[in-house]
């Protein structure tokens, strides 16, 4: 939350700038709409979601990433690391 005393001193997982919100009065419409009281708060943030395959194909590439940092000549099978002899 904007404002919010560890806002820039998180320790653990950092603050990154795109995820600091800052909730907002609810108008009399969207209180309608909803079914809340006039005057609730409301926070709004856009959520990307990725696919299965898009998920898969990120970690497959930086598993191998990693591992030829470690010098391993491997491939991914089903995901999982083989000798990579070819």
């Known amino acids: 939350m904007r404002g919010d005393p560890y806002e820039t001193s998180d320790a653990v997982f950092g603050v990154k700038k795109s995820l600091i919100v800052e909730p907002q009065k609810i108008d009399s419409a969207t209180a309608k ?3 809340v009281p006039e005057g609730s708060w409301i926070l709004k943030h856009d959520f990307v979601l990725t696919t299965e395959k898009e998920t898969q194909d990120l970690r497959d590439q930086l ?3 990693a591992l030829r ?3 391993l000549n491997l491939k ?3 995901h999982l690391p083989v000798p ?3």
Do not use: C, N, T, W
Request: proline share 0%; glycine share 14%.
């Open 63 to 65: 598993a191998i990433e």
């Open 33 to 35: 709409e909803y079914g």
């Open 69 to 71: 940092k470690q010098g």
């Open 84 to 86: 990579d002899l070819d």
């Open 76 to 78: 991914l099978v089903d």
